[in-house]
């Protein structure tokens, strides 16, 4: 939409500069307020955009934080897992080794209590000797209350060991069940950790998609102000050249007015004449005054003082240096944050600081085209050097008028700080078939 207002309005300009009729000044303010509404919607449009622009970067920056907590907690959940993990092996090594002993404690008991019936049945139902062989081979009363004690005392013995694994066996039951237990808890812990982890990480890729749509936005937000921007700045090249062509068409205007004011004296001066003559030639006085004729008031130069010639610098390219003894560049050709206006947008010429009231020559030989305030230009001059035009912005005054032809190194103004401007300079422009150019290139 954009793009296509803008070919018809180079279109149009371009038909009103090549056409052989006059062309009115009306019909280029016309088209010059056409071009101004819209550079001022452009740059609504791209307040906006720029809004948005700032808007979705904060949005970036919260979701980025966000995405650095959620990591943060990842990598601890991951350590807490890791640990429970180390925890959980540890306790199934001592549960393999506590199963290990009760497998032997159990196969001890069953050893002893089977040794413990053997004997009982030796003793007691069995052919052998056993207990009772002891007793009868006993020779005397005393040998068979000794052979009885030891029989007693090996029972008993036999009974206590028993006794003994049987309660091993139980404590490392008990052991058992406990660790079982603990492993069941670690289990749980085990898997609220990872879920808690996964927990995160989905919250962690949808933040990380979010953050990514929000990335696609804002490069859709940055390229469509670019856009806007190379927008806006061919608008203003456009009005640019229409101001120039105004400036043209109002030069010719005032000449075709001066021309016709010219024409009427000549024939009022020439009727008299003839009426003086026609007095003579009859013995009568005639006075013979013409009507007034309409026409326009001279266009004021509004200058200070006719330049003076002046030796320029020694010229090093197409152009002489237009500030003699002052080659500091303040603000160079290029994209920059405007000082005022405060967003980005195109310095169509170099700005070379100096004094306030320091002169200012023409860069070379040429006509001036204007000498008038402009807008953000302030006092402005521009030169007509055939096929390049040279500007000179934000004059504290001018010293030519329009038409005047002037001399490389002549002087055309004083430097100064008007229009938009932030203090005394000198803002210099070369433009070619009214394209804007790097000035450094042609100095």
Sequence with gaps: MQANHRKKLSAALAILMLSSQPVLASSLEAARSEAVQKKNSI?????????????????????????????????????????????????????????????????????????????????????????????????????????????????????????????????????????????????QKQAQARIERSNLEAANAQKTGYMNSLMSNLSAYEAQYDAMLRESDAIESQIANLDLSIQKAKEEESARIAKQRAAAEAARREKEAAARKASRSTGRTVSTRSASVNSAPAVSNDVVSYGEKATPEAKTGEFYWPVPGHHRITSPFGYRIHPILKYRKLHTGVDIGAPNGTPVVSAGSGTVIASRFMSGYGNCIMIDHGGKVTVYGHLSSRAVSPGQSVSAGETIGYVGSTGMSTGAHLHFEVRVNGAVQNPLNYL
């Design 43 to 187: 740059r609504s449009n791209m307040a906006g955009t720029q809004s948005m622009i700032s808007q979705t970067r904060g949005q970036v920056a919260t979701v980025q934080a966000e995405i650095r907590a959620l990591d943060a907690q990842i990598t601890q959940v991951n350590i807490k897992i890791d640990q429970l993990n180390g925890e959980m092996q540890k306790l199934q090594a001592e549960i393999a080794q506590t199963k290990a002993e009760l497998e032997a404690a159990k196969a001890e008991l069953l050893e002893k209590k089977d040794l413990y019936a053997k004997r009982l049945r030796s003793m007691y139902i069995a052919n052998d000797r056993g207990y009772l062989d002891i007793l009868l081979d006993s020779t005397d009363a005393t040998s068979i209350i000794g052979n009885a004690r030891m029989i007693r005392s090996i029972a008993t013995s036999d009974r206590e060991l028993i006794d003994e694994i049987n309660a091993k066996v139980k404590e490392i039951e008990e052991k058992q069940a406990l660790l079982a237990e603990q492993e069941k808890q670690l289990a």
